[in-house]
């Protein structure tokens, strides 16, 4: 495979509005884009496909590693189904990261979808990615932060979160945000962390590195945020024991390639790309939190209060 990794970089950089509302915010959370921090992604990424011999052909060749949420692909098919996401729905993909829910939702469900994220280099890659996809119609991405949303009210009929919220100490001012964004009757969908009935919890986990960036309600401070947002709840679900029964079964997995890989193979691109040299101490703390109940992992979809129309 012959990477033009210069080209894509100059090409993404060419769309409109790659630099969604950054230079006239306040400055965000350092601590937050420090964890975040990937310089050179796209490049690592280009380079881990091609030493692994891996094409990418279509949106479905980068699932390894684009997906930045416990359950991956499946947990994005189910949310997708329970927000109703149809043909022509315009969703804003709230933390997009480095773009694989947008990419889906755009190709099996027909979305206008357009994915936001505070970091650079995940809002490039994304676009990288989505250049090599070569899809019939693109999502479009913006690097930007969703506590100050660059689009006008009533611009989308459905807001998407999965593992994002849990970097947001302020959710009224988000909610806000994403009511203001919303058409009347809009849906929030989400897929995101919250504090189970122990308190305290172990880190690094992917989404912080320490308590600082870790802003976790339990379910009910959670639902009543929403509430006093202006949202009702249309339905959750408990994805707790699903997400540790994924754990149990990437462990194996990974145990099963590692016996039977020539020692000298290289490594498959995986998410160790995007979350860094820890991921597994990530991941084991991430375990371990869920075992005791530091934490839990909801899925739900509300609605905008109000008349539609
Ligand atoms: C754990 S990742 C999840 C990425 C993506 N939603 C997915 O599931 O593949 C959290 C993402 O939220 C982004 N993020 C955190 N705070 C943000 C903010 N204030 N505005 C925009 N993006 C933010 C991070 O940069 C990161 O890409």
């Known amino acids: 495979m ?13 769309e409109k509005n790659r630099d969604g509302n950054m230079t006239d915010t306040k400055s965000p959370d350092q601590n937050l884009v420090g964890h975040y921090r990937r310089p050179g992604l796209g490049g690592s990424l280009l380079a881990a496909l091609e030493k692994a011999g891996k094409t990418v052909r279509s949106y479905e060749d980068t699932a ?3 997906e930045f949420h416990m359950r991956g692909r499946a947990a994005t098919r189910d949310l997708a189904r329970f927000a109703e996401i149809g043909s022509g729905m315009r969703v804003l993909d709230l933390g997009c990261g480095l773009g694989g829910p947008a990419r889906l939702l755009t190709a099996e469900y027909g979305a206008r979808v357009t994915g936001i994220d505070l970091m650079e280099e995940f809002i490039e890659a994304a676009v990288m990615l989505t250049a090599m996809a070569k899809m019939d119609r693109s999502p479009a991405f913006v690097r930007g932060d969703m506590l100050h949303l660059p689009f006008d009210g009533k611009s989308f009929d459905a807001a998407w979160s999965q593992h994002t919220l849990m970097n ?11 009511h203001r964004v919303l058409v009347a009757g809009g849906i929030l969908a989400f897929y995101d962390v919250v504090a189970g009935t122990l308190p305290g919890r172990y880190y690094p986990v992917q989404w912080a590195s ?7 309600p339990d379910e009910s401070e959670m639902l009543r945020l929403l509430d006093s947002g202006g949202f009702e709840p249309v339905a959750l679900h408990d994805e707790t024991a699903a997400c540790l029964k994924w754990f149990e079964s ?15 193979a290289p490594p498959a691109p995986g998410l160790h790309l995007v979350i860094g040299p820890d991921t597994a101490e990530k991941a084991a703390n ?6 005791e109940d530091r934490i839990r992992v909801i899925m739900g979809t509300w609605r905008k209060k109000g008349r539609v129309g």
């Not at 947001?168 to 994403?178: N, Q, S």
């Not at 990437?250 to 000298?264: L, Q, T, V």
């Not at 991430?286 to 075992?291: A, E, H, K």
């Open 286 to 291: 991430t375990v371990s939190n869920l075992r």
């Open 168 to 178: 947001i100490a302020d959710k009224t001012a988000l909610f806000g945000e994403i």
């Open 250 to 264: 990437i462990r194996s997995k990974m145990n099963k390639r590692s016996a039977e890989a020539p020692s000298d």
């Open 64 to 66: 390894a590693f684009d």
């Open 2 to 14: 012959r990477i033009e990794w210069a080209r894509l970089k100059a090409e993404s950089m060419d």
């Open 210 to 216: 320490d308590a600082s960036m870790d802003h976790l």
